[in-house]
């Protein structure tokens, strides 16, 4: 390598390490130093340009235009193209070093070769494209994900549930989904069958327990072959409340279910029936056929991340369907989120739409719920979000749920299975309040 030097000092020669065109010309035009790769693209060596102007150089066409005069006039950077002798496109920037008078002492310049930055701007805007396709592939997961038939699914419970309930598409195998009503069991199933490889053939839903016990081998069958089986043949088959069978119908059923059939069984069940199997209430043997793989819905007071969404979910809907522009009030919002909701996301959005309908204003009020729903008004929290920290607004809500259910229940257990925490959580809370409060909450 050729060294170039502008001061007689090897401490100094940073700018020798560099692969980029640099070049520091004075305030008169002299170039008095270069890169070892300055004048490449103007078809010169860096040893042509040292020392000379570059005023003479921007005459002789090497450079066109020349930088240093318009840093010395405009007394900034200036960003500009250069056109080479060889015809290629260079862009150029040019920094202006002052002294201590507030003078242009120096001016430094570096250039790419123009042909070089329109390939990384390909690049990146190929890159760019692939990342919003990614990005809008990702949005509609999500959303299909978090929005399924009304149901929302973004807690961690919910969240594994749909991560088994994705894997199972891809299996050709019985499922089970337990959860209380309204908690989205048929919408996960319309889910595992819309994913799998059945989605083209038909989604047939049954309700078990309303086929009475005589007719029950002959719905699935028919008469003609036209029964439940024959409909699913190749899609799904839903058997819905399934755990409710009477003895005489589980029996029909393992008869049923034994091969040959092509429907893919889902099965849904309300409650536990691993329980119901221990208490000889349901059939080991169907249970066995049936339990291949389980997908537990917890209900939506255990779900505080899907029942917050859920709201903002169903009320986007309302406003959508009625074409208002309706808003909660804070202290119904936190009502809604303390209330047990056994009726899961129907009750939800039972009770959501009849408050929206009540409503005479734009804001939806604790008075506009159906009265079963009102609280007491000494149970009211009755306050607003202005100025308060998330933390201690969501201490206040929990201090006045624990007060709400210290006078509906009688024991902490009782109280724990309604919040869905833990009894000794609940005693502590307790303990927490009643020191903040400086009393006791009995």
Not at 349 to 362: D, T
Request: glycine share 6%; with cysteine; proline share 5%.
């Amino acid at each position: 390598m050729n060294t170039l030097f502008l001061l007689p000092n090897t401490d100094e020669e940073i700018i020798d390490t560099y692969d980029e065109d640099i070049i520091v010309t004075t305030r008169e035009g002299r170039i008095i130093k270069v890169s070892p790769h300055s004048g490449e693209p103007y078809g010169v060596t860096p040893k042509d340009l040292l020392g000379r102007s570059v005023y003479d150089l921007e005459a002789a066409g090497i450079f066109s235009p020349a930088i240093t005069p318009l840093v010395l006039e405009q007394k900034k950077k200036v960003v500009l193209r250069q056109d080479t002798p060889s015809g290629r496109k260079v862009l150029i920037t040019g920094i202006p070093l002052f002294n201590d008078k507030g003078d242009v002492e120096f001016v430094v310049s570096y250039s790419y070769d123009m042909s070089q930055l329109m390939v990384m701007k390909e690049y990146l805007e190929n890159l760019e494209s692939e990342m919003s396709k990614v990005k809008g592939e990702l949005a509609h997961l999500r959303n299909q994900q978090l929005h399924i038939e009304g149901c929302v699914m973004e807690s961690p419970s919910s969240g594994r549930a749909l991560q088994t309930a994705t894997k199972m598409a891809q299996l050709d195998v019985p499922v089970v989904i337990q959860g209380e009503p309204g908690t989205g069991k048929t919408a996960l199933a319309k889910f595992i069958h819309s994913q799998s490889s059945r989605r083209d053939a038909a989604f047939i839903e049954v309700h078990c327990s309303a086929i009475p016990e005589s007719i029950f081998e002959i719905s699935f069958w028919g008469l003609d072959g036209e029964g439940y089986m024959s409909l699913a043949a190749g899609g799904t088959l839903v058997l819905n409340e399934f755990d409710q069978l009477s003895a005489a119908s589980q029996a029909a059923l393992f008869k049923i279910l034994q091969p040959p059939h092509t429907a893919r069984i889902i099965a849904i069940c309300t409650t536990p029936v691993e329980e119901a199997v221990t208490d000889g209430r349901f059939r080991e043997d169907l249970f066995y056929l049936l339990h291949l793989a389980s997908i537990e819905l917890k209900p939506l007071r255990e779900r505080p991340d899907d029942l917050d969404l859920a709201i903002s979910h169903f009320l986007d809907e309302l406003n959508s369907n009625y074409r208002q522009l309706k808003t909660l009030t804070d202290d119904l919002y936190f009502h809604f989120l303390q209330l047990p909701w056994k009726g899961n996301f129907r009750e939800l959005r039972n009770v959501l739409e009849r408050s929206f309908i009540e409503s005479e204003s734009a804001l939806i009020t604790l008075d506009d719920l159906p009265i079963a729903y009102q609280p007491d008004s000494d149970e009211r929290i009755g306050f607003e979000l202005n100025g308060q920290t998330l933390p201690h607004i969501l201490e206040s809500v929990e201090k006045k749920v624990l007060l709400n259910a210290q006078k509906r229940y009688r024991t902490t257990t009782e109280m724990a299975n309604i919040l869905g925490i833990s009894q000794p959580s609940v005693v502590r809370k307790l303990k927490k309040y009643a020191n903040t409060t400086g009393g006791k909450m009995t």
